[in-house]
């Protein structure tokens, strides 16, 4: 039996088949990677394109390119422009309702110049992620620069002001003359009554800020003439140009307490205000003057002295009528100045003022400046003896002296009622009759030709003079002749020392001639041995 073979035939791919299937994985892997690569789009609306380039502008993350702006288009209503861009997909997740988006331009404005280098790169978006929250693609650009950046450490707390005054967006909060924060929004309070200014203070200087933290107005430069005379102040160049806020801690302010996020504290118009701040209780006074009350202003200081312990708070007119005391000027005095220590009821410090007033305790209304003219109020002793302090209900009276009787008004009436003692009349008489004799002297004198003979006398005395002179000349070349003969180098000088030596040996040769002779006179008759 013959067995048949069976032929299968083997299916075979070409060759051919390979190249497309190659180039099909390929695209494939390209497409996916193209896909994974991919990038998150975006819409960011700008009130303004504000130089941007589609293709060329870039959005930058800590100065780092996570995207790019691929295309513009103007708002259904034309009232903005909608940048598309694309964010690179490490970055897209970071995407949520808090991003941030603003355009860098060049920048110059009080604060100085910014972003010169934009002039060359050309203008970018700036990318500031915020908290992580729930995807968002739809955004709307900031106008402006925000001052802070999510990334930024710190706190922010809200100042309540009465004004904003020169204070703004960016204007530095400072802590001894260092900056450690800034201002980063204000608005209008709700009852309209204040301004709430919010700043934030960065980390670590936050942990300054405590509940008995005092913040006051360093803005600008400002200069003030009253009753303390001149005060200037100014803290720095910025703050003068943006404003700025100052605080501190003061030992006696209270609470040490950190302040949490979101406290407020009340901006006080100046550190002065601060200081004054440590006199809580205030008891108020009246006190009554017939004079004029020009140049006494709200707010004069009351001395006492030469110590502030209070201020005018009001002056009124009582009536028109010419009535003795109808000036009523209200004060406010601070009884802690007078005891640190001590929180005294008003009931104690009427007491007080009472025994005061009794050993002649007075106020009264004193120049403080001439260049101006303001006033203030001076307590202090007078010589008038006990006086009465009247209690009312809201307010106690003290006794007034008389305005002009202290500082300098009083002093300058002291040198003026001086002045006046001084009998001008009769200085005027003696100096015109003393006047009169010395004209007749001198008529006198001029009668008898006195003045001809005194210039006859003045012409001799000149030719005595001369005379004088010329003699003084010939003694200086006498005495100049002496000193050549006597120089030690001098002839005359040598042969006088030869003469006076030839003279002394003479003078030795007498002697022994004389002792020889007293020894034997007989020498004189029968001469001398040759041996003696």
Known sequence: ????????????????????????????????????????????????????????????????????????????????????AEIDRAVSRHLSKSTRFWVVTPRISAKGVSNLGTLISGVYIVMDPGPEGATETSFRGLDETPILQSSAQ??????????????????????????????????????????????????????????????WDVSGFGVSLGAEGMKAKMASLTSLIAGGIEFGNGSALGDETPAEQGHR??????????????????????????DTVRGLAVGAPVEFRGIKVGEVVDVKLDNASNNDNSL???????????????????????????????QGLRANMATASLLTGAKYIELGFTDEGAGELVVFDDYSELPSAPAG???????????????????????????????????????TLEQQNTAHKIDGAMAGLEQSMAKAHLALAESEKLLENFNQILAPDAQFRHEMS???????????????????????????????DKDE
Do not use: C
């Open 328 to 358: 009523h000027v209200y004060i406010a005095i601070a009884p802690q100045r007078f005891s640190p220590d001590h929180e005294p009821s008003r009931e104690e410090f009427d007491a007080q003022l009472k025994s005061m007033v009794e």
């Open 154 to 215: 710190g706190t922010h707390y809200v100042l309540q002001a009465d004004t904003l005054g020169s204070l703004d967006i960016g204007s530095p909060v400072y802590y001894r003359q260092i900056r450690v924060g800034e201002v980063t929004g204000y608005r209008l309070a709700e009852n309209q009554q204040h301004v709430d200014i919010n700043f934030f203070i960065r980390a670590p200087h936050d942990q300054m800020v405590q509940q008995r933290s005092r913040f």
């Open 498 to 528: 030869s003469m006076l030596e030839s003279v002394s040996d003479a003078s030795r040769s007498m002697q022994l001639f004389l002792d020889e002779l007293n020894r034997h006179p007989q020498a004189l008759i029968y001469g001398a």
């Open 1 to 84: 039996m013959v067995k048949q073979s069976i032929v299968k035939r083997m299916t075979r791919i070409s060759p051919v088949w390979i190249v497309p299937l190659i180039a099909f994985v390929i695209a494939v892997w390209l497409a996916v990677q193209a896909q994974m690569s991919k990038g998150t789009q975006i819409e960011i609306t700008f009130a303004k394109a504000s130089d941007i380039i589609p293709g060329q502008t870039q959005i930058r993350l800590k100065d780092v390119q996570v995207g790019s702006v691929k295309s513009l288009r103007l708002s259904k209503d034309l009232s903005s422009v909608i940048v598309t």
């Open 405 to 443: 009787e202290g500082g300098i008004e009083g002093k300058i009436d002291n040198i003026l009622a001086q002045v006046e003692q001084i009998p001008f009349e009769q200085i005027g008489k003696d100096l015109a009759s003393g006047m009169a004799s010395l004209k007749q002297v001198m008529g």
């Open 265 to 290: 504290f009340y901006l006080y118009p100046d550190k002065e205000s601060v200081l004054e701040e440590r006199f809580t209780i205030k008891h108020h006074f009246l006190l009554r003057f017939s």
